[in-house]
């Protein structure tokens, strides 16, 4: 089928990409004309302005937004809803907070619009691995997008679905899309798996901050042990047959292999988009005692103002799934 992209960054120019591969057609544009003519090489319609991306389409006309969360991704939609007519879908699947897709479609429900939610997870390795997709939005437009979810979604794999006895999980699911409900479902659920992501990788950052530190480096330390261990063998140790292997598990194993022991490429300073905020925030609304989610937010606060060993690993996996760069330190 035909889609517009809005946005060919670290994310959205991987799934343009992706999706042509399948033989879907896109139409594309970019803030950087560069970056539009680099996708048209590929086989993409480009267009130089959110206007003549949507007169390129036909009715009806379905646009991915995949730009950052905030004022950029707003004024995008609502451009589009000025653009668009009766029957046409605008998508969101960047880190937006699912309350703002609740009042937008509510916004475009009296035009006629569709407005769709996709909680879009994969970072950098989309392109290969496929993008596990949390999608919110009404039936009609959603089932309509199918095939586009199916072509970006990453398929069963080698991932046999979950069976227990004579149940075996079934549906989209098992293919890495699911429609989660109403318009702002598939952001609540990604925020809750970003807020999640938190917790785990705070996990593993704590633990190689354990084995870093289980080295002597005082003369007055008299500790009765003194471990010089190999952090890039450990990691690649529990990568087959542990209870804690995971792909952020795979991500550090490289890291250190790559940066050694040290990490000395990272400071740890470590940056949080949003969602970490958004799944404590919901946590508190709901009364639902969220300790390790809250406590590793607060952590990534504390970070910009002292780094430890254990922030430099989650700075490190960081940018090995998502391709993000550490800020600057807060003066």
């Known amino acids: 089928m035909q889609l517009g992209m809005i946005g060919l960054g670290r994310m959205g120019g991987n799934m343009a990409e992706r999706c042509m591969k399948a033989g879907h057609s896109l139409v594309v544009t970019d803030i950087n004309p560069g970056v539009?003519?680099?996708?048209?090489?590929?086989?993409?319609?480009?267009?130089?302005?959110?206007?003549?991306?949507?007169?390129?389409?036909?009715?009806?006309?379905?646009?991915?937004?995949m730009l950052p969360a905030g004022e950029i991704t707003e004024n995008c939609v609502t451009k589009l809803g000025n653009l668009m007519e009766r029957g046409d879908t605008i998508i969101d699947g960047g880190n937006t907070y699912?309350?703002?897709?609740?009042?937008?479609?509510?916004?475009?429900?009296?035009?006629?619009?569709?407005?769709?939610?996709?909680?879009?997870?994969?970072?950098?390795?989309?392109?290969?691995?496929?993008?596990?997709?949390?999608?919110?939005?009404?039936?009609?437009?959603?089932?309509?997008l199918d095939p586009i979810f199916k072509t970006l979604a990453p398929g069963q794999g080698s991932t046999p679905p979950t069976k227990v006895g004579d149940k075996m999980a079934g549906g989209t699911a098992v293919e890495g899309y699911l429609h989660c409900g109403p318009v702002g479902a598939g952001h609540y659920v990604k925020m809750v798996h970003n807020g999640i992501e938190y917790g785990i990788m705070q996990a593993y950052g704590e633990g190689f901050d354990i084995f870093k530190r289980a080295k002597k480096t005082d003369p007055k330390d008299t500790r009765e042990y003194d471990y010089s261990l190999d952090l890039a063998s450990i990691a690649e140790l529990w990568r087959r047959g542990s209870v804690?292997?995971?792909?952020?598990?795979?991500?550090?194993?490289?890291?250190?292999?790559?940066?050694?022991?040290?990490?000395?490429?990272?400071?740890?300073?470590?940056?949080?988009?949003?969602?970490?905020?958004?799944?404590?925030?919901?946590a508190v609304e709901q009364a639902v005692p969220a300790d390790?989610?809250?406590?590793?937010l607060y952590t990534r606060f504390r970070s910009r103002q002292d780094h430890t060993y254990a922030e430099k690993v989650l700075s490190a996996m960081r940018e090995k799934f998502g391709g993000h760069v550490e800020q600057p330190p807060i003066k």
């Not at 996708?39 to 006309?61: C, F, I, M, N, Q």
């Not at 390790?292 to 590793?296: K, P, R």
Request: charged share 25%.
């Open 36 to 65: 539009v003519q680099k996708y048209g090489e590929k086989g993409a319609t480009g267009a130089a302005s959110v206007e003549d991306l949507v007169s390129k389409l036909s009715k009806p006309r379905a646009a991915w937004v």
């Open 292 to 296: 390790v989610l809250t406590a590793s």
């Open 98 to 144: 699912f309350k703002d897709d609740v009042r937008r479609a509510k916004s475009l429900e009296s035009k006629g619009i569709h407005y769709v939610d996709v909680g879009t997870s994969g970072g950098v390795w989309g392109l290969e691995r496929g993008y596990c997709m949390m999608i919110g939005g009404p039936n009609e437009a959603v089932e309509r």
């Open 244 to 282: 804690v292997g995971s792909w952020l598990l795979d991500l550090t194993a490289m890291a250190l292999l790559e940066h050694g022991n040290d990490l000395a490429k990272y400071s740890g300073f470590v940056q949080d988009s949003g969602e970490g905020r958004w799944t404590v925030m919901a």
